[in-house]
């Protein structure tokens, strides 16, 4: 239920009854499929998602080949903020990795609610710098010369995801081969 959304924006600062009516008027909800993609590459990122249930991936394509850039799950904010604030396509694709409920709203739905009730401007801002911070440590993680300590620092950023995550995408976000990145995980469970 979107309530679920309401109660998390509370969290973020959200305090207008007006507000949260408006929201649950408006928000819309996604039931999406494993392997189902909410943005395809070159694309327009049109609407931010707020996870209910599920779990998704947000990867590139470089040289042919699929990059994971983040992964969300329950509870996260998620969109392509590149597309979705300037209007460009879309240089990331987002993909469900399990069954998947999602609400969202649209830019432009978002951007009257900024101008009808300015107090949510906080909100948004906590979201950002939420993200943003997230955004710093996935870069850190992947700044880590071995696979050994991008691995490590991935179970600090994602604990939950080690299990739920295959482990190709594991490995395609540490930046190694699906085989390396088996090896270290096996000898980092056996310790």
């Known amino acids: 239920m979107s309530k679920i959304v309401i109660t ?67 509870g996260d904010v998620m969109f392509d903020p590149l597309s979705f604030y300037t209007g460009e396509p879309s240089e990331v694709a987002i993909e469900a990795l399990e069954d998947s409920i999602v609400y969202s709203i649209s830019i432009h739905q978002l951007e009257h609610i900024y101008q009808k009730y300015p107090g949510f401007n906080l909100t948004g801002r906590k979201l950002t710098e939420k993200y943003y911070m997230m955004s710093l440590r996935n870069a850190a993680a992947l700044r880590e010369p071995t696979i050994k300590a991008r691995y490590a620092l991935f179970i600090k950023l994602y604990p939950d995801l080690d299990t739920r995550v295959p482990a190709v995408h594991i490995a395609s976000f540490l930046g190694c081969s699906e085989e390396a990145f088996i090896r270290v995980r096996n000898k980092n469970r056996r310790k």
């Not at 943005?39 to 394509?61: A, H, M, P, S, T």
């Open 8 to 74: 998390f924006l509370q969290t973020k600062g959200l305090r207008s009854k007006e507000l949260k009516e408006h929201l649950l008027k408006i928000l819309r909800r996604d039931v999406i499929k494993k392997k189902k993609k909410l943005l395809e590459i070159n694309d327009f990122c049109e609407r931010v998602y707020f996870i209910e249930q599920g779990l998704f991936r947000g990867f590139r394509k470089s040289k042919g080949r699929q990059k994971n850039e983040w992964f969300m799950k329950e």
